[in-house]
């Protein structure tokens, strides 16, 4: 039997996600959102492992969360389902999948360090979906911490427009509660109650000019969104609540302003307030434009999922869980239902799936639910095929919805099982978590024959190591990070690849001619072809397009998958009788072999952004030392009391750097670095990576 929980009418339903820099307070304020809410009757802590959303060993002992995990809690009558995110780079793929299905998102800023190095990744990742946005202030306890800057912060180098709807009543160890510039009333947070109490009490008179002056900017700017309000204003009426919290949920609605609250999580003070701001600005599934999906056949045939339980079920996987019991799929519900043992399609292969049963999440525990209609996000578990960004439907309408995007991996190590008899187990296990984590690689280096496993960062593979040894129990070696090199082409090229064999008394024969191009934002090799010029059979058409892209799964210098490349299949031929998938696909490979050669390759290496926020004494240090390492050194800035320096610097020269910046400051240094690019490597260098003499390499280029 099941003990589901109510769902809400669909305007009252809010999908919203918490993403940060990491160390911002992402997840000690969703574990406030639980306490203050009910769902949770204690505080959990990040600080000592306690934390209800940090659910896996290893975020209880490092202190930092690796996974996305999702809750349902209620708050003014209003369904939140809610998914707390990691704020490292390494895991920056559970912010792309969460983003891609939530509605609305709470952006959460540090009061000391403002727009931080992941800050933007989050926000530029809300911008790539159209999602609305808050902005929580937290940590204005702390010395140091202010306002002002972090609105400048996030007009520079975000290009949002920050609207004020709180101000601070004091700051440092001097912050006691905020101003609310709608109401305009001071809300103060009882210590004695861990902050469950609010206390509302008239503006003091010390504060009462800043706070009119604050409010007469935010009416200045919120009318803008109604005519009618526009001139009321103008006529010096009296706006009330309500009207003024309908122009700041439209506003931000459209992404014009980003709405900024004021709090410290830790210190238990403006979490009540940011969830009141989350049920009054940002959207529900209503109020989003209808899904929009493509026919899986035929791309250009679009197909409109409206959020309503008559319409076909059209839902989208965005995360699985493998476990002891098998797969936890999730999923975001656009329009129809979905019931508990019904039997679904997933879109793209057409493989039938049985939901056999839906659970509401709470971090790691399940609630049975029987029946899930749009709007929804839960997870289901009997599916087997289903992965990260397929699209679940009903027999009757397929559809397929547009899936997450994930960037490549940077940074591989080799991996060994120590027995024989623990390879197959090995292998099962690498399945599993590239199952888990679209960032995630594995494959058999054809030359040297080891396994190598390949992923965002250093710390990501070592969390692969330990889930692999500790959680899974597979004895096995590992070697040290090395760089994920790429290849690509200096230019154009064009190949002529000809396949003719006989085998077991049949002949096989095609002729197939490809062009390359360079394509800067061509991150995948892609291939097309020119339909009119060809003579290729039409149902060998797709076969000669997947040859060239598997072709590039390894370029002529070191055997490095190709990257920025635009192929065109623009002609090819066989032989009646002799066509078959077997010469066409060869045929495929062999021009477009003879395409790079022409074009010329060359080798790449991932970029990282970095920052280093560092006192002022060892800023020369840290400068000279990053010119050793080939950086480029883009700005030089101040960040409070400290010193910020940013920039670009290839991967390959900053393994181990979490150690040196630590000797290069007495500790008091920190940095943040992401991937921002693959560029061609000096050719001084090509010895060292490839293994050859540099003139030999300048022979190939």
Same mark, same amino acid.
């Given at each position: ?97 969460? !983003?891609?299905? !939530? ?44 306002? #002002?800057?972090? !609105? ?22 001097? /912050? ?90 830790l210190r238990n003070k403006g979490v009540q307030p940011l969830l009141d701001a989350v049920v009054y600005f940002l959207p529900s599934p209503k109020d989003v434009p209808p899904m929009v999906g493509h026919d899986p056949k035929d791309e250009n045939t679009k197909i409109e999922c409206q959020p309503l339980r008559k319409e076909p079920l059209a839902a989208l996987a965005f995360k699985v869980i493998e476990d002891d019991h098998g797969a936890l799929t999730f999923i975001r519900v656009y329009s129809g239902e979905i019931k508990e043992g019904e039997r679904v399609i997933v879109a793209h292969s057409g493989r039938k799936e049985r939901a056999s049963r839906l659970h509401r999440m709470h971090a790691n525990h399940?609630?049975?639910?029987? =029946? ?10 009997? /599916? ?10 009903? #027999? ?43 960032? /995630? ?174 006192? #002022? ?33 290839? !991967? ?11 000797? =290069? ?37």
């Amino acid at each position: 039997m099941s003990d589901s929980l109510k769902s809400a009418p669909l305007g009252r339903i809010r999908n919203i996600g918490i993403i940060a820099h990491i160390d911002a307070g992402k997840t000690t304020t969703s574990e406030r959102i639980l306490y203050y809410s009910g769902k949770e009757h204690r505080m959990g802590e990040v600080h000592d492992g306690s934390a209800v959303m940090d659910y896996m060993q290893d975020e209880q002992e490092r202190g930092i969360t690796i996974t996305s995990a999702a809750t349902t809690f209620y708050w003014r009558e209003h369904q939140v389902n809610l998914i707390d995110t990691p704020g490292h780079v390494d895991f920056t793929a559970e912010v792309e999948r969460s !983003l891609r299905v !939530l509605d609305g998102a709470v952006l959460v800023f540090c009061g000391v360090g403002g727009v931080e190095a992941q800050s933007e990744t989050v926000w530029h990742q809300a911008e790539r979906y159209h999602v609305p946005c808050l902005a929580f202030i937290n940590k204005l306890d702390r010395a140091g911490a202010g306002v #002002e800057h972090v !609105l400048d912060d996030m007009r520079k180098r975000l290009g949002a427009n920050p609207l004020l709807v709180q101000i601070p009543v004091g700051l440092e160890d001097k /912050f006691v509660g905020v101003i609310d510039l709608v109401e305009m009333k001071q809300y103060t947070f009882d210590e004695e109650s861990l902050g469950e109490t609010v206390i509302e009490s008239e503006i003091p008179a010390g504060l009462l000019a800043d706070a009119e002056v604050a409010r007469a900017h935010l009416l200045e700017t919120v009318v803008e969104a109604d005519d009618v309000l526009m001139e009321k204003y103008l006529a010096e009426e009296e706006l009330t609540p309500d009207e003024i919290r309908s122009c700041i949920r439209a506003l931000t609605l459209s992404r014009k302003v980003v709405p900024v609250l004021c709090g410290s999580s830790l210190r238990n003070k403006g979490v009540q307030p940011l969830l009141d701001a989350v049920v009054y600005f940002l959207p529900s599934p209503k109020d989003v434009p209808p899904m929009v999906g493509h026919d899986p056949k035929d791309e250009n045939t679009k197909i409109e999922c409206q959020p309503l339980r008559k319409e076909p079920l059209a839902a989208l996987a965005f995360k699985v869980i493998e476990d002891d019991h098998g797969a936890l799929t999730f999923i975001r519900v656009y329009s129809g239902e979905i019931k508990e043992g019904e039997r679904v399609i997933v879109a793209h292969s057409g493989r039938k799936e049985r939901a056999s049963r839906l659970h509401r999440m709470h971090a790691n525990h399940r609630t049975r639910e029987e =029946l899930i209609g749009p709007g929804e996000i839960v997870a289901v578990t009997g /599916f087997k095929f289903a992965t990260t960004g397929d699209t679940i439907c009903a #027999e009757g309408r397929l559809v397929e919805l547009e899936p997450p995007k994930f960037p490549a991996t940077v940074i591989s190590m080799a991996i060994e099982p120590r027995t024989n008899d623990a390879r197959e187990k090995l292998m099962d296990v690498l399945a599993k978590l590239c199952r888990e984590d679209p960032t /995630f690689r594995y494959k058999t280096d054809d030359e040297t024959g080891q396994l190598v496993v390949s992923g965002m960062g250093e710390l990501h593979l070592d969390i692969i190591r330990t889930r692999i040894t500790r959680d899974y129990k597979v004895e096995a070696n590992t070697g040290t990070p090395r760089v994920t090199y790429r290849e690509s082409i200096a230019g154009r090229g064009r190949g002529t690849g000809v396949y003719e064999q006989t085998i077991g008394g049949r002949n096989h024969y095609a002729e197939v001619t490809v062009e390359i191009e360079p394509c800067a934002d061509c991150a995948e090799p892609v291939a097309k072809n020119r339909t009119n010029a060809l003579q290729i059979p039409e149902q060998y058409v797709p076969i000669v397009e997947n040859a060239v892209v598997s072709g590039c799964m390894s370029g002529p210098l070191g055997g490095y998958p190709l990257i920025h490349l635009k192929a065109t299949v623009v002609d090819g031929k066989t032989r009646e009788n002799d066509a078959s998938e077997l010469a066409f696909a060869a045929a495929a490979e062999n021009a477009l072999r003879q395409a790079v050669e022409q074009a010329g390759a060359s080798l790449m290496e991932p970029v990282m952004a970095f920052e280093v926020t560092t006192p #002022e004494e060892y800023l020369g240090g840290i400068i000279h030392d990053m010119n050793g390492r080939r950086a480029e050194i883009g700005e030089i800035g101040n960040r409070g009391l400290l010193r910020l320096v940013r920039g670009k610097v290839p !991967l390959a020269e900053m393994f181990g750097y979490a150690t040196a910046v630590r000797g =290069l400051s007495t500790g008091r240094a920190s940095f943040t670095m992401e991937p921002c690019a693959y560029v061609a490597v000096p050719r001084r260098k090509f010895a060292e990576i490839l293994g050859y003499d540099p003139a030999q390499a300048a022979g190939i280029m």
